[in-house]
C-alpha cells in the first residue's frame, strides 16, 4: 500500500455505501478503490487536478466524478462512516498557520500622523457649487415654483 491510499480497514467500511456498484443504476464503476485513492491524492498532497499521477487515469474523468458524488453526498455518507467518535475537537498548531503579509502592522482605528479621521476636509473645495441649474429644474433647490 502506498502512503496516500486508503487502508483495507476503511475500505471495507465505505465499499457498500458508494455509487456505481453492480445492479445500481447507469455505469458499473471500473475501480472505486483506485478512485477513492486519487482523490486522498489530491486532499493530502494539495496539488491540482492537472497534477493528478497518470496511474489514477484521465485528471478531469476523476474530477467529473468526484464532482458527481458530491452533489449525490457520497462524500457525506463515506465522512460519517469514517468518522472517529474520539476527534470532537480540532487543535490547530498555530506555528503551521501563516497570516498574510499585510496582516501585521498598524492598529485598526487609530488615525496616523497627518491623516484626516474624514475622506474630505471641504467637501466645497472637492466638489465645488455650480453656478447654473441643471437641466432638471424640479431638482434645482433655488428654484421657487
Known amino acids: 500500500m502506498r502512503r496516500h491510499e ?17 445492479g445500481d443504476p447507469g455505469v458499473t464503476a471500473k475501480d ?10 489530491i486532499a493530502k498532497t494539495g496539488a491540482p487536478w492537472r497534477d493528478l499521477p ?20 457520497a462524500w457525506e455518507r463515506i465522512f460519517r462512516e469514517l468518522q472517529d467518535p ?6 490547530l498548531d498555530s506555528t503551521v498557520i ?9 492598529k485598526k482605528g487609530v488615525p496616523r500622523e497627518g491623516q484626516n479621521k474624514k475622506r474630505w476636509a471641504d467637501p466645497e473645495a472637492v466638489f465645488p457649487r455650480r453656478s447654473t441649474c441643471p437641466s432638471v429644474v424640479w431638482g434645482c433647490p433655488w428654484n421657487s415654483d
Open 54 to 73: 497518470e496511474r489514477f487515469g484521465n485528471w478531469n474523468s476523476v474530477w467529473r466524478r468526484f464532482d458527481r458524488w458530491a452533489r449525490k453526498g
Open 32 to 41: 472505486n478503490r483506485l478512485f477513492v485513492n486519487a482523490v486522498l491524492w
Open 86 to 91: 474520539d476527534l470532537e475537537w480540532l487543535m
Open 6 to 22: 486508503i487502508t483495507d480497514d476503511h475500505w471495507n467500511r465505505i465499499q457498500d455505501l458508494l455509487p456505481g456498484r453492480e
Open 98 to 106: 501563516r497570516a498574510h503579509q499585510h496582516a501585521a502592522g498598524a
